[in-house]
């Protein structure tokens, strides 16, 4: 048996819980800055960029988020953004993909909704061309943006619907950003056939994620860490096997937690309710999917027969045809079976 590390670059996985611009690599910030002749407060050098990219707390993360969302000022930088994106996933052997994208950013800075569906359409259809990996979108609300956001989130959602469009989200900061004022957006969403997958539960309390199950119809939590405080709610999404969508090294780095070992992950796993692991905006984060693997095996005390059930938990856990499912899961377990031998 190879070494955890060596076992975990080559394990099938996908990913549900990544963000389109947060996962902009220092090499991909830096070419999009050069675009932009330095018009931006986001460090073209990758040595600065490492230091642009330590959080005070959860507020100055979404500050330095949208800096960086100020550099996507037209349809190239989108399309750029998206294969690389895809690119770093596949390189990790993500065969799935479902990648947070923020339409209302990027039209509200001038890019027009047709040009912008159909950049993330041609970067998609590309790079399951060259990558052989599949993605598909979640369109979320940028919270901090308030309705006027969300209005506009739906319309491109509902008047472009991109082929590769199956979810509805909410992110930015949950605080001063109750989730229940959502609920019409949400309704008309999942009326249109789009998954509801909100954010909650990250920097606020457990009755945020009840809010975002109740109000908003929520078939998966991002984050949803606080779920940890309220033993109702552990077995309620035990019982009805909600996955949350973990991302330890992020809950760290925007302060959401105070180390990985306070991380309450152990504490969800052995109350039953099913877990995904996600690298939410690695290059920000300094960390990749692999690493949160191998953190979560460290959290978990997992060898290789456990990265695995982790890798599978996330495959049962996508909005996927379970002949996709089927397909990737048997692909983890040839590899498990193969890694043994
Ligand atoms: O970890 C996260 N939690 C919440 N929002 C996030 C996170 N990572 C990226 N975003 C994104 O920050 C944007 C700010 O406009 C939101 O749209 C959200 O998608």
């Not at 998206?82 to 800075?109: D, G, M």
Request: proline content about 9%.
């Amino acid at each position: 048996m190879t070494d955890l590390p060596t076992f975990i670059a080559g394990l099938p996985k996908v990913e549900l819980h990544v963000h389109h611009v947060g996962s902009a690599s220092p090499r991909i910030v830096a070419e999009l800055a050069a675009r932009h002749e330095g018009r931006s407060p986001v460090p073209a050098d990758p040595e600065a960029l490492a230091d642009y990219f330590a959080f005070r707390d959860f507020a100055h993360f979404v500050e330095v988020y949208l800096s960086v969302v100020d550099l996507i000022r037209d349809a190239d930088d989108v399309w750029l953004l998206t294969h690389e994106v895809a690119r770093e996933l596949a390189r990790q052997q993500v065969r799935y993909a479902e990648l947070t994208v923020t339409p209302y950013s990027h039209v509200s800075r001038g890019i027009p909704a047709p040009a912008f569906g159909e950049a993330i359409e041609d970067a998609r259809k590309r790079a399951e061309a060259d990558f052989g990996i599949a993605l598909r979108w979640c369109f979320d609300i940028p919270g901090e943006a308030g309705l006027p956001a969300a209005e506009q989130t739906l319309r491109i959602a509902l008047d472009e619907r991109p082929d590769g469009l199956i979810s509805f989200g909410l992110g930015g900061p949950e605080i001063g950003v109750p989730r229940p004022q959502f609920k019409p957006y949400f309704d008309q969403a999942r009326a249109a056939g789009l998954r509801s997958v909100p954010h909650a539960g990250e920097t606020t309390g457990p009755e945020t994620i009840w809010d975002a199950l109740r109000e908003l119809g929520a078939e998966r939590i991002g984050h949803g860490i606080s779920a940890a405080q309220d033993p109702a709610l552990l077995a309620y999404l035990a019982e009805r096997r909600i996955p949350l969508e973990i991302a330890p090294t992020s809950n760290v780095r925007t302060r959401a937690v105070p180390s990985l070992d306070a991380h309450p992950l152990p504490r969800l796993v052995e109350a039953g309710v099913p877990v995904s692991i996600n690298s939410d905006d690695p290059p920000m984060f300094g960390t990749t999917l692999n690493d949160e693997y191998a953190v979560a095996a460290r959290l978990l005390r997992l060898g290789p027969d456990g990265v695995a059930a982790l890798a599978r938990a996330a495959v049962a856990a996508a909005f996927l045809a379970p002949a996709e499912q089927a397909r990737i899961t048997a692909e983890i377990d040839a590899y498990l079976a193969s890694a043994a031998r």
